[in-house]
């Protein structure tokens, strides 16, 4: 439904530029229909939108907003998962914490980071991350966009829902400033994981969720085709969140959807990251995490 | 088999010393914040089915002769679910053990965070989970007691940050479902899968007890950490 919208938008555009004079009235008055359609998705849409292969992730995002980065890789346990990125780089000249889930954007490359759902160990390695942070000082910038923590047999062995847990607990407690946003799927548990933050923004069309509307329909409606309806009914979307005051603000993107203009998504980013910063250098230690406490016991 | 499931208020009489009980927040309901459809008349009919108005109940009282505070979640009422009204319950009980210097234990027994309250359930387990941490740097102890079943957003919030961690027998634990598992891997899981004993075999819980040992045992942990001296004794 998203793609045959965007596919009709790309179509449109593509004949308009080759268009003859008395062609170009017709078709501007389809791509402002089509635009008009862009503007107004419903929370379903957004959803598809959120998942779409072509979305910018972290892949992209991180080299475009920070320089030298320098992965870490291991939660010293027992494993490395590949669906949680975490790194030192700078940003605007100095070093900060990066995290983020970690899809693809073919099928070869979601099988390698199990298309963005981390077990324990991914956790694990989130939180090494953010302790090393503290201890060196670092802000750290977290991206959500996962369909949820793995639901397999190994990660319940080795504690999905502890390591889930522990990052709540830690995270909530740090005594560095974190930044979360939100870039496509918040899915369930296994986002807030990494997302524990002073500032929490969303991308317009990403959505932040108790659970994915598909796992909804089928449990209260024992139909997961009611999707559709599941999304308007879980208030999902990041106009809902800014309203229920769980996210400070909504990060535009371009008519259509991020994919649409990167570039101009990731100079939001990077204003966006940039102004929560600004504001969170000023706070001391303490502040920060009774501030921190203070937002999540209002909720 | 896991034990027959008991309600909260069954629960406290077992744990609390006869006549030494005294409900807290027993008034705090939710409302429906997202008017999830359908989530009012699911909730009246819960609470004339169950005479609770939420899932959990707290209270403080002694044990042994020793102050705490008790949180017992009901799966009889939502599943045991968290929305708003039981993650606050939670929140204050933790944060008035810590003012008041008392041990908490926290009986667990959910289908995880509740979908009707949409996000707001989900920031409950940062909220339960941030005010246990606060605690617990303070010095508090917190028993959690896993009982069946406990999984999805408890399993992987409060219930699962305890600093003594305890389980029934046979409580299937964990954060996923076995049916969501089982159609991800494509197969039947194994008998005892996330059942107490596999938790404890794989580290996650310290001790399985008997549900007619658990008082006694709670007030094992109570002396152990000190409360029965200095304070902690009851009247």
């Not at chain 1, 060196?136 to 910038?141: A, C, K, L």
């Not at chain 2, 030494?20 to 699911?42: C, H, Q, S, W």
């Not at chain 2, 044990?63 to 929305?83: H, N, Q, Y």
Request: aromatic fraction near 6%; hydrophobic fraction near 45%; include cysteine.
């Amino acid at each position: 439904m998203i793609r045959t919208i965007l596919e009709e938008i790309a179509a449109a555009e593509a004949a308009l530029a080759t268009a003859k004079e008395e062609e170009k009235e017709a078709l501007c008055e389809r791509l402002s229909r089509l635009y008009d359609s862009c503007r107004e998705f419903t929370p379903e849409q957004k959803v598809l939108l959120s998942r779409l292969a072509k979305r910018p992730k972290i892949g992209q995002i991180l080299p475009a907003l920070f320089t030298d980065f320098f992965e870490q890789r291991g939660d010293r346990q027992c494993r490395e998962d590949a669906s949680i990125l975490c790194g030192i780089a700078m940003f605007d000249g100095r070093p900060v914490t990066v995290i983020g889930h970690r899809k693809g954007s073919t099928i070869e490359e979601n099988i390698a980071c199990n298309f963005g759902m981390p077990g324990p160990e991914g956790y694990r390695k989130a939180l090494r991350a953010m302790q090393q942070a503290e201890k060196f000082g670092r802000p750290i910038i977290t991206f959500i966009d996962t369909p949820g923590a793995y639901p397999g047999m190994e990660a319940e062995e080795r504690g999905q829902g502890e390591a889930i847990a522990r990052n709540l607990a830690k995270m909530s407690a740090l005594r560095v400033p974190v930044v979360a946003i939100v870039t496509g799927e918040g899915s369930s548990g296994g986002a807030l994981a990494i997302g524990v933050a002073d500032r929490i923004y969303m991308l317009e069309n990403a959505y932040y969720s108790v659970v994915t509307p598909e796992g909804c329909a089928s449990i209260l409606w024992k139909d997961a085709k009611k999707r559709g309806e599941a999304c308007a009914a879980l208030k999902l979307t990041a106009q809902d969140l800014l309203k229920l005051g769980v996210i400070d603000g909504i990060i535009p993107e371009a008519l259509g959807g991020a994919q649409r203009d990167a570039q101009a998504l990731y100079q939001r980013l990077h204003d966006v990251i940039a102004g929560a910063l600004s504001e969170l250098d000023g706070l001391a230690p303490q502040e920060l995490t009774e501030q921190r406490y203070r937002r999540y016991r209002a909720i | 088999m896991a034990l027959d499931p008991i309600s909260a208020a069954a629960r406290l009489e077992m744990i609390f010393d006869a006549g030494t009980m005294r409900e807290m927040n027993a008034g705090l309901v939710a409302g429906d914040p997202i008017a999830f459809p359908g989530y009012a008349e699911k909730i009246a009919a819960q609470r004339e089915k169950t005479g609770m108005s939420e899932a959990l109940l707290s209270a403080e009282g002694c044990i042994e002769g020793m102050k705490a505070v008790v949180c017992v979640l009901d799966s009889g009422f939502f599943m045991g679910s968290m929305g708003t009204a039981v993650g606050e319950k939670v929140t204050l009980a933790v944060e008035y053990a810590q003012e008041k210097r008392l041990p908490l234990i926290i009986f667990s027994a959910s289908g995880g965070a509740r979908m009707q309250e949409g996000i707001l359930s989900l920031m409950q387990m940062a909220k339960t989970s941030a005010a246990v941490e606060r605690f617990q740097q303070a010095g508090g102890l917190f028993i959690s007691v896993l009982t069946h079943p406990t999984t999805g957003g408890v399993a992987a919030s409060f219930a699962a940050l305890g600093d003594i961690m305890l389980a029934e027998p046979d409580a299937l634990i964990g954060f996923a479902g076995p049916r969501v598992i089982e159609q991800t891997i494509g197969q039947k899981l194994p008998d005892g899968f996330q059942r107490s004993e596999f938790q404890m075999a794989h580290g996650f819980v310290d001790q399985i007890v008997a549900r007619e040992d658990m008082k006694r045992v709670l007030a094992q942990l109570l002396r152990l950490h000190g409360y029965h001296q200095n304070g902690g004794l009851c009247g």
